[in-house]
């Protein structure tokens, strides 16, 4: 098959028309507004995912990044994967085995929580990318935050929040992008007053589409995804407002892409490169994903001084895998490939959540506080059927096959396990301004977690046909933060977390949790936040330490026997920045370093226990770096370049092998046609490096290549 990239570019010929517009004649400052380019490092807005305080990132104890709609665009993120790589310290992925595969602080996988409008689901296969469009921001916040957002969370949280419905009378944005390998874009939003007179309209509308397509970088794979978003806000009284909102996602990939085998015999990982786009899954290969989100948010103002907000949710999620997974080079040269698997989730989750805020004054000095009760109750059944089935091609030219074809896996699905997962948690927060400059941040949140889990496959010691685990963590968070100057300060904090020994809330087995309690996290973190020159730059740094406790490993002894015994160490620093070097040009950058190693961790090898202290985690790069410049030419032409550092990773628990580190570079060039209308052509990985995402086992999980695309983008 002949591989090739094309550059196409777009004529688009759009005309609206709005009763009695009027030409827009742009002032000065209107001029300097457009010239301003979106910042990454933005230090004075609120944030949701670092308090429930609503507090600024500068008041906030902990890293944190942001990245809302401006930056997203700014930047070309086609998904949420794109938007989180950009942020600090963090190295993401989506193969589909790993869902929503994120490293970061020296933590992997479900140690990260990724929410979902603060909501967590407690499952990485649920978290993988969806279409940027309908995100509204992403934030990121470093270190345990089991406080804020339950269980789990040792090294971070992600929170992508959706757009909604704002009081705006009217609003229309597009957006057409065409670009390499078929990879298409078709996308709007509207915003609608529901008022004939918008200045009397108490009820507003939004409602977003998207719709992606990509015949892949990797030959016969084909991804389409689509998502539809509405939402009603309602102002049902002068303090009393409701926001009703429905999402739909939908995911479809044919014949994914598992990865490619390495060459045999070499400690760094290397794939054959005349082999490069080659694809060793069946021909009808499967991964589908299907998701509606449901949520109420009732928000009533009872006083100046204070707030509730009720937030009913429901999450409805079923995901099909049909794959061969495995390939390796056998001594012949051939391609071997095994693990033929079929598997689906059906995943529901069903919560509530009120939080308070009150600000008062305790001891005569001012005080926030936040308090809450939260309760989910999460139903997972899963249908794992895998084989022994293995053949071996002629990686030249083969026939994939067909996954109905391969006995063992073909017969259909057989449910073997349903997990009940329910948690009630308290928390409460508060804030104490105790003296001009100095603020104490502290915080506390007790849950009590239910776990039933239902086999219905072969029963034995460790499969039980039902068990079931109790447990009642409480986790917490102490903070200050100095203000040096109005546009400086500095923090420490000291906050913990509670999550599983092995394995997630929504899948774990008997082996996984039924005889041990929930590991434990623990975090020191010093930092400052400032603003130099006198605002044209600011920038942060953050250092910690993080340790977790107890997680499961094989016994020194026995490796028949799974041990609560685990610890691992992180230690590392973290530093963004932004400088508007002169009128016209600016600077961003982050860049983040970790060492990250266990002080105790045993596997079974060959039926020997052996001990792996010392050496790193798997998938975990030692650092990361970005970096963007832009240049705006005058108001209608800006262009720029970026590049992305990632530090090579061990592909195993005993360091052997090791993919290595690589460097992507991108550009852009926007020109802005009207005061509505902007054309962006943009290059990504403009040296065409061949580099792994991803690294497991013997396989690589390789990046895209090269590629080229515009888009234009509609704004009324």
Excluded at 171 to 177: V, Y
Excluded at 585 to 594: C, D, H, M, R
Aim: charged share 20%.
């Amino acid at each position: 098959m002949i591989r090739h990239t094309s550059l196409v570019l777009l004529a688009s010929t759009c005309t609206f028309a709005w009763a009695h517009a009027a030409p827009v004649e742009l002032n000065a400052t209107a001029i300097d507004a457009e010239r301003a380019v979106p910042s990454g490092v933005q230090l004075d807005e609120p944030i949701r995912t670092g308090s429930k305080l609503g507090l600024t990132a500068r008041q906030t104890p902990a890293s944190v990044s942001v990245s809302d709609r401006s930056v997203i665009e700014q930047r070309g993120a086609k998904d949420t994967q794109d938007v989180i790589n950009a942020m600090t310290g963090v190295n993401a992925s989506a193969n589909p085995g790993y869902g929503g595969f994120v490293a970061y602080r020296g933590f992997t996988q479900n140690q990260i929580t990724q929410l979902y409008n603060g909501i967590n689901l407690g499952y990485s296969s649920a978290t993988r990318p969806v279409d940027a469009w309908t995100v509204d921001r992403v934030e990121l916040i470093g270190g345990p935050s089991s406080l804020l957002h339950g269980a789990g969370a040792v090294g971070g949280s992600i929170n992508t929040i959706s757009k909604l419905a704002s009081r705006d009378p009217q609003l229309l944005d597009g957006r057409l992008r065409y670009g390499s390998y078929d990879d298409s874009e078709v996308a709007f939003g509207i915003n609608q007053a529901l008022a004939s007179n918008p200045a009397d309209a108490r009820h507003f509308a939004r409602l977003d589409f998207s719709r992606g397509h990509s015949n892949g970088y990797i030959d016969r794979n084909q991804r389409d995804t689509s998502s539809l978003a509405f939402s009603l806000l309602s102002d049902l009284s002068d303090n009393l407002t409701h926001t009703f909102a429905v999402e739909y996602q939908e995911d479809k990939e044919i014949s994914p892409y598992w990865g490619s085998p390495i060459l045999p015999g070499r400690r760094t990982m290397k794939i054959d490169n005349s082999r490069r786009f080659e694809n060793y899954n069946v021909a009808d290969g499967r991964y589908e994903q299907r998701v509606r989100w449901l949520r109420s948010i009732l928000d009533y103002q009872i006083s100046d001084s204070t707030s509730v907000q009720n937030t009913l949710y429901h999450y409805d999620a079923e995901r099909d895998y049909r794959n061969v997974e495995r390939y390796t080079y056998n001594s012949a040269g051939n391609v071997q490939r095994a693990s033929p698997y079929l598997q689906r989730h059906e995943q529901q989750v069903l919560g509530d959540r009120v939080e308070l805020r009150h600000d008062n004054r305790l001891f005569d000095l001012a005080s926030q506080w936040a308090l809450g009760l939260d309760y989910s109750r999460m139903r997972q059944n899963v249908y794992p059927t895998s084989g022994n089935w293995s053949d071996q091609v002629d990686p030249e030219h083969f026939d994939p096959g067909s996954f109905d074809a391969i006995s063992g896996v073909n017969a259909g699905l057989t449910k073997q396990r349903h997990h009940e997962l329910s948690n009630r948690a308290v928390f409460v927060e508060n804030r104490l301004q105790l003296t001009e400059r100095l603020a104490l941040l502290s915080g506390l949140r007790y849950d009590y977690l239910e776990m039933q889990v239902t086999n219905y496959g072969a029963v034995s010691p460790t499969s039980p046909a039902y068990f079931e685990r109790r447990w009642e963590p409480l986790s917490g968070r102490l903070g200050l933060t100095y203000e040096l100057t109005p546009s400086a300060s500095l923090y420490l904090q000291y906050s913990t977390a509670a999550d599983l020994p092995a394995g997630s809330l929504a899948g774990a087995t008997y082996s996984n949790v039924g005889l041990f309690d929930l590991s434990k996290g623990e975090q020191w973190e010093a930092g400052s936040k400032f603003d130099f020159l006198e605002g044209r730059g600011a920038a942060t740094v953050a250092v910690y330490q993080i340790v977790r406790k107890d997680f499961a490993v094989r016994d020194s002894n026995d490796p028949n026997l799974t041990v609560q015994a685990g610890q691992q160490t992180s230690r590392g620093v973290e530093l963004s920045g932004r400088l508007q070097v002169t009128s016209k040009l600016l600077a961003e950058a982050n860049y983040a370093y970790v060492d990250a190693q266990y002080d105790v961790f045993n596997e079974a090898v060959n039926g020997v226990s052996v001990s792996r202290k010392g050496n790193a985690p798997v998938n975990v790069p030692a650092s990361v770096g970005n970096l963007w410049l832009t240049y705006s030419f005058d108001s209608a032409w800006a262009a720029g370049v970026d590049g992305r550092y990632v530090g090579s990773v061990y592909a195993d628990n005993a360091n052997t092998l090791k993919a290595p580190a690589y460097t992507l570079f991108g550009a852009f060039v926007r020109y802005r046609v009207d005061e509505h209308t902007a054309v962006t052509a943009r290059v990504r990985n403009l040296t065409d490096e061949v580099y792994a995402k991803q690294a497991y086992g013997v396989q690589y999980y390789m990046g895209a290549p090269r590629t080229f695309d515009v888009a234009v983008d509609l704004r009324f």
